[in-house]
């Protein structure tokens, strides 16, 4: 069983051989273990069963105007100074007086997606994820600041519809181009919703604004007969009904923290795949390696026992995660 086809039958419900998993890292871990087992190429050797493909901006168009500071596509400036990863948003490009004409960079242009056949290639027996980071409520904060935005759902519809119906045709363009691909299996979007208890923006308002959107860029993603995954931080168990009834097949990260994860497992476990699941913010962070066996070993008997899970760690795991954990972590997951 290749481990497309394992993640595959988990995503379908139906039993695998082991639970198929996948690990993330912020840099500064991945240089962490990479000291640690003295090999700059570990993470190929994990047995990762996912990869992400991603549309890629060229260098002279994104890219660091100063130091520690970094322009994307969209023209937004961070400040990665401290967070290297992302960084923090410094400048919000858009207000009522541009938002309709404000450009975003050309969602379908072969520029973007010129290294997409290679990897593809190379990774021909993994489940591939075409990836679009900040994709929706995230991309409207980072152009025009989320206080602006969240005062908008309450007192600003005009601008706030505005600018999430620009996003949603242009999420749908870049579905279109993903679908020209026919090893990619899912389109996955990042959007954090939630923040440790609830909604940031309540359910009544995600679901007036961003539903019936994520709706209409979902059912263009089953026109490719690909499955819908959605990555959203956060305490967002009050919408997985939603999230259901609109088409999603996957929901990642899974926190533990927020949700009761095997009560979610029992509730829609047959309806979703849930990938994530292991504790960051404390099993891996401040547990014993024995404490990370125990969980890891948990997690893959209670939801992955008849499919529908992808074990991974509820995040890309951060710098200060002891290095011997995240050695359990994998040592674990390999011995399944």
Sequence with gaps: MTRKERVWKAVKHIKTDIVPYSIGFTIPAYKKMARYYNDPDFGEKIGNHIIYVERRPLEGEVGFIKEGFYKDEFGVIWDRRIDKDIGNVCTYPVDEKNVEIYPFPDPQADKYYQHIPELLRKYNDCFIFGSIGFSFFERAWTLAGMEKILLSFVDNASFIETLLDRLTDWLIQVVRKFGEYP?????????????????????????????????????????????????????????????????????????????????????????????????????????????VKKEVLDRIRRIGKDGGYIASPSHDIPKDVPAENIDMLIKTLQSQ
């Design 183 to 291: 090893e990619i299996d899912v389109i996955r979007f990042g959007d954090d919703w939630g923040q440790q208890h609830g909604l940031i923006m309540g359910p009544h308002h995600w679901r007036r604004y961003l539903k019936p959107r994520l709706a209409k860029i979902y059912a263009e993603v089953k026109k490719y007969n690909k499955f819908v995954a959605i990555h959203s931080c956060g305490d967002i168990k009050e919408i997985l009904p939603d999230l259901i009834e609109i088409g999603v097949d996957i929901f990642n990260p899974f926190q533990p923290e927020v949700m009761d994860v095997y009560e979610m497992k029992e509730k829609y476990g047959d309806k979703l795949t849930f990938y994530g699941g292991i504790s960051l913010q404390k099993t891996l962070t401040f547990g014993t390696p024995e404490d």
